[in-house]
């Protein structure tokens, strides 16, 4: 019994950082039709970022402080760069975000080489609770608590603020927005920075549940996130939260059982739901 | 069609000319291991670039897994060879085992998401294709995982002159055959579906017929490049599954032209040459040790530059000059 | 002088949709844009809102060919496109917020006039604009043209589709805001067209072909027959 209540706390936190990491890829694409290959990116930036800053100041608050910005630092001059020139160009958008994906990888690896650093939890969010009989780490309840404050807020200003309706509105229908007198260019970058700001702060938290952190988390994270992107539907907030937080279950339920069959089981899963509801479990976008 | 003798009049034809017998000879004027295998392994990455257009530059898909059919091949020529022993026999029959799982594979693949938009299609390729490496990599006892596989062919298929001819034969076989598949009525259909997919289906073509076909074909072409590869290289390793590697098809595709004949080969050609110039600097230089930053660099720089490759700067020339010459 | 359109040329792609399109609309005037399926109409408004690429545009005075959509909508012209562009998971209220620039505090008169010009939409004020009839669907897509008190509004083929008893409705709609808004239409059905148009322009392959008072065009049935191909009631 409390090796499934530790499971299910663990792949919840996981599903949790998932969903943070897929749920500005699919509003991205939903919004703006844009397949961005290297969102997987941010999220490794965001786990740099805040690993680098943590040993530096000693401070976890600021650390992933320094995680959101450079994820939205550098998802701003990639939007610049990268994203505008190929708005209308799908063949170009998987190459150049490739490229993007490539070079900003190789990057890392540059500074901080190729192999894992260290990545330890933080003073204050270490150690374990006794839930139900099984020793719960504090540090994945504190994962899945402020993951679910942060898609609360989200989920706020998407239900109540104009922008947020103007978002939804133009992931229906971004030339009738256009139409109606919004800027929508200014909106699409908006909103890229956000996605890939909010990857990074899902980067922020991965580190300390392995301790350690790599290069090869971008192209892992990348593959999740299509994932659950396919599976919650695009363009579908809350979709994405769901298939995290299922992907994120299923794969630490499968690790304990047989850790081979985790990718195949994720690949399974997304077939399943292509064949079934290609528009994913909550998705309005037309997948045929 | 053009008749041999109109054929033999246009200077494209006089280029092919000297360049087929310029590989037929060239183990004669240099017989180098380095130079055979460097033209070797230009004719292979040709072969699966051409491939990879046919599905991308010709019927408008995009597939981000198409390496999968390459390294399967080249994977299953392997674990026959490593198991089963050299023999000629055993490798007809890897040889006819990799064509029929590049059939099924890409009918089977291809049912599953063709009929989705494009952008599932790739998403689904590419989580195919990361299956695939994992399972070479994780499955050790087949695969020999990371380390790779090494392994022998027949022994007539052994030697640098033999390979050289067996990978060249296979290349002028694949692009001749390009040539009458494209002009067929088959090829000008799939053209069609590239064009506009709406009116192809309005017209009362089975599209997704078409695209399976198309699909497969790809496929055992992408096949024999991944023979071929398994003849020259004697040695496999996960890494030829993976996106990298269709994405590579796909940059030389672009930076020759898609939708050319030609354009494929002058890109695997380029790209080829530029790689393993950029490996050996990288050797000399430890700043360099990073060097596939250049080529996510140059993905970045052919789209922002050059949509329309090389081949399109050739056809753009030809007709400011066939212009100048009616002035 | 609102609108004023000169031999307008326009090209999606390599087709050359637009060859000489002649149009004016004054203040406070219905003009109908007339013709049968594929001379153009549509792309004409879409010219106007700045969606496809096109020569000249005269409005207000100024050219606005070659400005993005939503710098054309700043300028008081809204576009409510054939298939109405609703907002089928936004609630009617959001499809309004959307649809009103500034602060909603400022745009709560305008919002009080629409709802009184359509009682219906205020009923559905919550409902997700996807479950509305399809009466309602054209009511919201007009409302959301005038919640900005625009100069200019552009229909395209709205009576499309529409009961009969809802297709009245639409011209009682028309008629109101006519006072408040000068109206380009475009439509097929020509009795419904002859009840409030003041001027008409006939566009036949990218081209106009007769353009003036609606209530010449009214009694030249020989032109009805000839360039709107159907049978005139």
Known sequence: MDIFLILTINGLATGLLLFMMACGLSIIFGLMGIMNFAHGVFFVIGAYASTWTYALTGSFAVAMLAGIAAGAAIGWLTEITIIRPVYKNPIGQILITLGAFIVINELIKMIWGPNVIASPTPDLLQGEVNILGASISIYRIFIIVFSCLVA????????????????????????????????????????????????????????????????????????????????????????????????????????WLYPPAAMPLNIILMSVILLVKPTGLMGIKEAV | MLTT?????????????????????????????????????????????????????????????????????????????????????????ATVLAIILAVLLGLFVGYLALRLKAIYYAMVTFAVAELFVITADKWREMTGGQDGLLFQVPSFLAGKFAAYYTVIILFVAVVFFMYRFL????????????????????????????????????????????????????????????????????????????????????????????????????????????????????????????????????????????????? | MLLSIKGLQAFIGQFHILQGVDLEVREGEVVVLLGRNGAGKTTTLRCIMGLVSSSAIEYCGQNIAGLPPYKIAAQGISLVPEDQGIFSTLTVAENMRVALRGSAREGQKNLDFVMSVFPDLKQAW?????????????????????INKNKLIMLDEPSKGLAPVLVNELGRVLQEIKSYTSILLVEQNFAFSKKIGDKFSILSDGKTIMAGLMADLIKDTEAQQKYLGVSTQ
């Open chain 3, 126 to 146: 919550h409902h997700k604009a996807g479950g509305l009839s399809g009466g309602q669907k054209q009511m919201l897509a007009i409302a959301r043209g005038l």
């Open chain 2, 183 to 327: 002009d067929s009525p088959t090829g000008k259909i799939l053209v069609a579906i590239r064009e506009n997919e709406t009116r192809a289906s309005a017209l009362g073509f089975n599209v997704l017929r078409y695209k399976l076909l198309s699909n497969a074909v790809a496929g055992i072409l992408a096949c024999f490049a991944g023979i071929a590869y398994a003849v020259l290289n004697q040695f496999v390793m996960p890494n030829i599954l993976d996106v990298n590697q269709t994405i590579g098809a796909l940059l030389m595709t672009i930076v020759g032209g898609m939708g050319t004949l030609a354009g494929p080969v002058i890109g695997a050609t380029f790209i080829t040459l530029f790689g393993d110039w950029l490996a050996r600097l990288a050797k000399l230089h430890p700043l360099l040790e990073r060097w596939p930053i250049i080529f996510g660099l140059l993905y970045i720089i052919i789209i922002l530059t050059m949509p329309g490759g090389i081949m399109s700067g050739y056809y753009k020339l030809k007709f400011w000059w066939s212009r100048s010459k009616q002035k």
């Open chain 1, 152 to 255: 609360l807020v989200v989920q706020l200003a998407l239900t109540k603020t104009r922008l947020g309706m103007i978002v939804r509105a133009g992931v229906e229908n971004a030339e009738m927005v256009n139409i109606l007198g919004v800027n929508v260019r200014r909106v699409f970058a908006l909103v890229f920075i956000l996605g890939t700001g909010l990857a990074a702060l899902g980067g922020t938290m991965i580190g300390p549940t392995m301790g350690q952190i790599g290069p090869f988390l971008s192209s892992q994270y990348l593959l999740l996130g299509f994932i659950v992107v396919v599976i919650g539907g695009m363009g579908s907030f809350i979709g994405s939260m769901v298939a995290g937080i299922i992907v994120g279950l299923a794969n630490n339920y499968i690790i």
């Open chain 2, 5 to 93: 003798k109109s054929w033999l009049k246009s200077p494209a034809a006089w280029l092919i000319l000297a360049a087929l017998i310029l590989l037929a000879v060239l183990p004669l004027v240099n017989s180098s291991r380095f130079v055979l295998n460097m033209a070797s392994s230009i004719a292979i990455a040709a072969i699966f670039a051409v491939s990879y257009n046919l599905l991308c530059g010709f019927t408008g898909v995009f597939s981000l897994g198409h390496a999968v059919f390459f390294g399967s091949s080249a994977y299953i020529i392997g674990i026959i060879m490593n198991r089963l022993g050299a023999s000629p026999w055993f490798f007809l029959l």
